[in-house]
């Protein structure tokens, strides 16, 4: 178990269906990522949410949309995907006034299946 | 375009032997660097991060950075079957604008200790 938390840890949701995922730390860390993981391939980053401020990855589709209700919570709203997001989802946070050069630590993922 | 490169392996060494891990990066002006060790079908997990020319040693585990070359390796000492996983070494993208901390993965070493 790691110290960030992700909701649910599997999801099966149909191309018309709304989910949601959830991801929550509790170490004070003021940065906090989503990312997207195909089998065999390096995590790719979709969002990072960092003192307030919300960076995107130009490529996610805009079907994929990200919530940050407080500093210790980042939800990612998921409305009409497609089979090819079919993924693991990685939530990960860092620490520090200066988060440049900290590292990541990783919640254990939701695995997600698109029918 | 920033790169990590690795060889993907399967890098396989007996038990008890030193497994050594290797990662090159395209910025010079990289600073940190992570290495995270994922089972299949789990999330990463931070094993070793360095900042500074030299060696960083943590249990059977040392990181060896060398910003001239822009290299940077792990060994595993007294490797276990336990340790058979895939290793990504990772790098800050320094140029990421704001108090953000992108990091540009490498595709990963597939290592496999052998009884």
């Known amino acids: 178990d790691t110290e960030v938390t992700q909701t649910p840890k599997h999801l099966v949701m149909g191309m018309t269906n709304k989910k949601s995922l959830k991801c929550e730390q509790h170490m004070g860390h003021r940065a906090m990522y989503w990312y997207k993981q195909k089998a065999k391939k390096p995590p790719e980053l979709m969002f990072v949410?960092?003192?307030?401020?919300?960076?995107i990855n130009e490529s996610v589709p805009s079907r994929f949309s990200p919530e940050c209700p407080n500093s210790s919570l980042l939800n990612l709203h998921l409305h009409a995907l497609q089979p090819e997001d079919s993924a693991l989802y990685l939530c990960?946070?860092?620490?520090?006034?200066?988060?440049?050069?900290?590292?990541?630590?990783f919640g254990d993922g939701t695995r997600l299946s698109i029918l | 375009q920033k790169e990590v490169e690795q060889n993907s392996g399967p890098l396989s060494v007996p038990e008890g032997a030193i497994a050594s891990l290797n990662c090159t990066y395209s910025d010079r002006g990289s600073q940190s660097f992570f290495w995270y060790r994922q089972y299949s079908g789990k999330s990463p997990e931070l094993i070793m991060f360095i900042y500074s020319n030299g060696d960083k040693e943590d249990g059977r585990f040392t990181a060896q950075l060398n910003k001239a070359s822009q290299y940077v390796s792990l060994l595993i000492r007294d490797s276990q079957p336990s340790d058979s996983a895939t290793y990504l070494c990772a790098v800050n993208d320094r140029d990421y604008g704001g108090a953000t901390n992108k990091l540009i993965f490498g595709t990963g070493t597939l290592l496999a200790v052998q009884p």
């Open positions: 990960a946070s860092s620490q520090g006034r200066t988060v440049k050069n900290q590292p990541q630590h």
């Open positions: 949410y960092s003192y307030e401020k919300l960076s």
